[in-house]
């Protein structure tokens, strides 16, 4: 059985049902996860490729789990200020796709407030640096989401 703490040095090198077999069930988000960007490549190119030929569900795993990854990892404006809100239109339908509600609500208010912040946030994504997106928390009224 694949760990979920060391599956970053044990994951496979395709997705198979195997290797779905082997994984524990609070990992498999992951194994799917690099076994996309696997298939995706070094740049954004390889993502727009991807999903445009993704089935519905692959393509709403895609767009909130990473929603999920820079949320949990530094809230919204860090999802916004590091993906510019990518793939922030479709999210709440990707979020309705699995039944998590509350969560495209959510997603829907954070892109509400995002639009309403969009020139005061742009003053300091055209500065680039971490600074900047530091001194963007000050600012941004997305925290509390």
């Not at 995706?40 to 999903?51: A, F, S, V």
């Amino acid at each position: 059985m694949i760990d979920a703490n060391s599956l970053r040095a044990d994951r496979p090198a395709a997705l198979t049902l195997d290797a779905i077999a082997r994984t524990p069930d609070d990992a498999l988000t992951e194994l799917i996860h690099y076994a996309l960007l696997e298939q995706m490549g070094p740049n954004l190119e390889g993502e727009r490729r991807l999903l445009a030929t993704a089935r519905p569900g692959l393509r709403a795993f895609w767009v909130a789990y990473t929603v999920e990854l820079e949320v949990a990892n530094g809230g919204f404006n860090q999802y916004y200020w590091n993906s510019a809100g990518a793939h922030a239109a479709e999210a709440p339908a990707a979020f309705e796709y699995f039944g998590a509600t509350k969560h495209a609500a959510i997603m829907r208010k954070a892109n509400q407030v995002r639009a309403e912040e969009e020139d005061v946030m742009k003053t300091y994504q055209n500065q680039g640096a971490l600074e900047a997106f530091s001194a963007s928390h000050e600012q941004t009224h997305l925290g509390p989401l």
